[in-house]
């Protein structure tokens, strides 16, 4: 069965780094776009990065562009989520998500990993 | 902040039908397909609807799905106390080249 599943999380001071990782199995990995997608606490789901299958495209949303970095490595099933200066804004829950090329959907998410940004 | 709109609550008795409305622009909704996630509580949001009206396979076909221009819905029909969720319309984007989200609404089962 499709399994995501995040770790990385924490608590982190401002302007510190923190790395998502996402573990993926039960599919071929390397056939699909993966996401990432944050919740501020009690907030609604915002979209964060998106890779290609083959990691040739990223795109990032403009509040994480210049200091989060999506990457994936498809021998080892993971994709992840490289967070630089960060601030107290990025605190969410992140959720790894699976997405079938080019559909814009998303047909499965991982449990989520929190961040914590405080000092 | 959320480009597609949904209002923040609905409610409605068991066995009723209950809507909740997105409503984009034409860089959104206009242009593309439309989804809908179910987040249940301290967990997880699941796909509900892909494609506009496409249910994945294991969704009661209780969950249905529509479009229209820049808008779209969801509907609950037969509402279930196990539908008490927060519900996302969700799109990409042209403009912001980006995928967005909805506002999210909560729905409740009285």
């Known amino acids: 069965q499709v399994q995501l599943v995040e770790s990385g999380g924490g608590v982190v001071q401002p302007g510190r780094s923190l790395r998502l990782s996402c573990a993926a199995s039960?599919?071929?990995?390397?056939?699909?776009?993966m996401h990432w997608v944050r919740q501020a606490p009690g907030k609604g789901l915002e979209w964060v990065a998106a890779?290609?299958?083959?990691?040739?495209?990223?795109h990032y949303a403009d509040s994480v562009k210049g200091r989060f970095t999506i990457s994936r490595d498809n021998s080892k099933n993971t994709v992840y989520l490289q967070m630089n200066s960060l601030r107290a804004e990025d605190s969410a829950v992140y959720y790894c998500?699976?997405?079938?090329?080019?559909?814009?959907?998303?047909?499965?998410w991982g449990q989520g990993t929190l961040v914590t940004v405080s000092s | 902040q959320s480009v597609l709109t949904q209002p923040p609550s609905a409610s409605g008795t068991p066995g009723q039908r209950v809507t909740i409305s997105c409503s984009g622009s034409?860089?959104?909704?206009?242009?593309?397909?439309v989804n809908w996630y179910q987040q249940l509580p301290g967990t997880a949001p699941k796909l509900l609807i892909y494609?506009?009206?496409q249910r994945p396979s294991g969704v009661p076909d209780r969950f249905s799905g529509s479009k229209s221009g820049t808008s779209a819905s969801l509907a609950i029909s037969g509402l279930q106390s196990e539908d008490e969720a927060d519900y996302y319309c969700?799109?990409?984007?042209?403009?912001?080249?980006?995928?967005?989200f909805g506002t999210g609404t909560k729905v409740t089962v009285l």
């Open positions: 998500a699976r997405e079938p090329m080019h559909t814009y959907y998303f047909d499965y």
């Open positions: 039960g599919f071929i990995f390397s056939t699909y776009g």
């Open positions: 890779i290609w299958h083959d990691g040739s495209y990223k």
């Open positions: 034409s860089s959104n909704i206009g242009s593309y397909t």
């Open positions: 494609s506009n009206d």
């Open positions: 969700a799109a990409w984007d042209d403009s912001l080249y980006g995928y967005v």
